[in-house]
């Protein structure tokens, strides 16, 4: 048996086929009519609020549809409210009719918070009307209930970009390659904020030559979060945070970048290997020495081939007192740097202090030995000569000794302690001794410069002697116990001088230890002086 036909059905299909034709008085009379006499089916009063949106009346449209939802209570009818408020909104948007468009997108979202397009819909009015922060709100909240949508993503990117957020919008672009990386247009607006992340660079780099540090920071921080692709930038942040001490905050740009890189950015290790070495100075002059062999550590296991490292890091064991790791830290840098002369002073030091370790021990051929080396490093200091021909006069070696208190004297016409050992000798006389030292006064003035130029100035041995050129006495005999205490009470005078000499020396320990500074070329590019 047929399906009986439903009356009420088919005068709603008359009248929506009489609205569909532009008869709209027709339509809205006919269910009127039909309204009257079925006064409780809600499908009447739902066409009925259709024509009412079609014909423009959206009172009387939604008080049709508020009275179809009381009959029918289903939720149905609010999404086709909003979607009747939408599709006038639409309308009103293609005539620049923005007020309007943005009450009636207004009217949808109330009637069907769940309506989401609508919230898209409503951003796009914001725009056209230039209020970009309520534009964001919207398009935030449609991205975040309705993920994957690419024009969504695109239109809150082109927000983030107008309102000065290029870390937002590269964010909004990276996930629509994500999801179609084929897409031109994120590709394009990729490129575009690619172009002002550069731009971002070049003024961050032009902050720097200008030493406004914490500016170039902050530029330098943009231009990574529009294109955190291009490790240019972060490792130009790394060091403009070393230039104001943010060391770690620079190790942690550099290392990022070389674990990203696979340790093939040059620029970057390099830069890692000054920050360290700038950290562990600053731990050394404020006496946190462990801390400042592991910094020094890591510059030396990123790279072994700056001697300067190794020269650092050999003052840390000095301060540490341990002098063999020092001695093996400043050979190695002798040994990569044979010509620097802070280095072969280090070495000249620790050899000497060696040396006297053993000759306070009776080992004179191991004193020797060490004293050898002090002067092969430092052949320019008298005392380093007296303290070899020490070794060599107590090791029964008496012609090699008179030849290194010879040298000692021509080095320091004056010295005491070879004066007096040449004497014992029988080499010289006290009288020749007189001489020799009122020769040497009376030539002070006129040979100050040459023997300046050939004395280290962290070497300047306080005699323990005055120069007047009054006569000195004859040495007296003393018992060879009482002798060595004299010889090694002299010697470690004048080795105490020199360590205070070097100590307040501004040249040594503070000033001279090596710090490998960055340096501006030209390009812009960074380099470090080693």
Not at 77 to 89: E, I, M, W
Not at 151 to 159: I, N, T
Not at 275 to 302: D, H, M, P, R
Not at 422 to 435: E, F, H
Request: aromatic share 6%.
């Amino acid at each position: 048996m047929p399906e009986q036909e439903d009356p009420v059905e088919r005068q709603i299909d008359e009248a929506r086929k009489l609205l569909l034709q532009g008869h709209h008085v027709q339509s809205l009379a006919l269910l009127s009519k039909l309204a009257f006499t079925n006064a409780d089916d809600f499908r009447v009063f739902v066409a009925k609020a259709e024509c009412y949106l079609t014909i423009g009346d959206l009172n009387s449209a939604t008080s049709s549809l508020h009275h179809a939802q009381s009959l029918a209570g289903s939720p149905d009818l609010s999404l086709s409210l909003s979607q009747a408020y939408d599709g006038k909104a639409l309308q009103a948007m293609e005539d620049s009719q923005f007020e309007d468009a943005l009450w009636l997108l207004s009217q949808a979202i109330e009637h069907c918070p769940s309506n989401y397009i609508v919230f898209a819909h409503r951003a796009a009015v914001f725009v056209s009307m230039d209020r970009l922060s309520k534009a964001r709100d919207d398009l935030e909240h449609y991205t975040t209930v309705v993920p994957g949508d690419c024009e969504g993503m695109m239109m809150l990117a082109y927000v983030y970009k107008d309102l000065g957020e290029p870390t937002a919008a590269t964010a909004c672009v990276q996930k629509v390659l994500n999801w179609r990386p084929e897409n031109k247009e994120a590709r394009q607006l990729y490129q575009i904020l690619r172009g002002r992340a550069g731009e971002l660079y070049n003024h961050g780099n032009t902050l720097l030559l200008e030493e406004k540090v914490d500016e170039a920071i902050d530029v330098l921080t943009k231009a990574i979060e529009m294109d955190p692709t291009d490790f240019r930038f972060r490792s130009r942040r790394a060091i403009a945070y070393r230039m104001v001490g943010r060391h770690d905050l620079s190790v942690s740009d550099l290392t990022h970048v070389i674990e990203v890189t696979d340790r093939q950015d040059k620029t970057a290790l390099r830069q890692l290997v000054i920050t360290y070495n700038e950290l562990g100075v600053e731990l050394l002059e404020s006496g946190s020495f462990a801390k400042a062999l592991v910094f020094f550590g890591l510059a030396i296991q990123e790279d072994p081939s700056v001697a300067a490292l190794y020269v650092n890091r050999g003052d840390v064991h000095r301060e540490l007192k341990d002098l063999p790791s020092a001695l093996a830290d400043y050979t190695k840098a002798h040994e990569l740097q044979p010509n620097d002369s802070q280095t072969r002073m280090r070495l000249g030091m620790l050899h000497d202090a060696r040396g006297l370790t053993y000759f306070d021990d009776g080992l004179f051929a191991e004193a020797s030995e060490s004293f050898s080396c002090a002067v092969k490093f430092m052949s320019n200091v008298p005392q380093y000569w007296c303290h070899l021909g020490m070794a060599r006069m107590n090791n029964k070696e008496e012609a090699k000794a008179l030849e290194n208190f010879e040298k000692a004297l021509e080095l320091d016409p004056g010295n005491d302690l070879a004066l007096s050992r040449l004497s014992m000798l029988g080499r010289r006389k006290p009288k020749q001794q007189t001489q020799a030292i009122q020769t040497s006064s009376l030539k002070n003035t006129t040979r100050s410069s040459s023997i300046a130029a050939n004395r280290t100035s962290h070497f300047k041995t306080q005699a323990a002697i005055s120069r007047s050129g009054k006569a000195i006495s004859s040495p007296v005999k003393q018992p060879a116990s009482q002798q060595k205490a004299s010889d090694l009470t002299t010697m470690r005078r004048s080795i105490h001088n020199d360590f205070n000499s070097l100590r307040k020396s501004k040249m040594d320990w503070s000033s001279a230890t090596r710090v490998l500074k960055h340096d501006i070329g030209k390009d812009g590019g960074w380099a470090a002086s080693k």
